[in-house]
Structures are given as structure tokens and as C-alpha cells.
């Protein structure tokens, strides 16, 4: 079991992982084709996290 806390961090590394390479090398999938487009990945980022946050309040 991940410590409180952990699938926040998780998953916030796997994000900026992929914000990084889109920066480099765009990934190409639909909406992000430039390399000015991973503020979309951030947008997805906060939400995905937030999500994470609620639901180990609630757990």
C-alpha cells in the first residue's frame, strides 16, 4: 500500500515526465501536436491530482 500521500506524487512525476517530453518532442496525439501545448498536460495534471487528494480524504 502506498503511503498517504503517495499516488499524488506518483502520479504528479508522471505528468511532468510526459510535460517533458512533449517540451522535446511532441507526442502527436490529438490536441497535443505542438510543443507549446503541454500547458494542457498541466490543466489535466491539477485536476487528476486534486481528484487523487479527495478521494484519499474520503478512504
Do not use: N
Request: aromatic share 6%; no cysteine.
Amino acid at each position: 500500500m502506498l503511503l498517504k500521500g503517495g499516488m499524488s506524487k506518483l502520479l504528479a512525476l508522471v505528468v511532468i515526465s510526459i510535460m517533458l517530453i512533449q517540451l522535446i518532442k511532441p507526442l502527436g496525439w490529438p490536441g497535443l501536436r505542438r510543443r507549446s501545448d503541454f500547458w494542457k498536460l498541466a490543466l489535466l495534471a491539477m485536476a487528476a491530482i486534486s481528484i487523487t487528494a479527495v478521494l484519499g480524504h474520503w478512504g
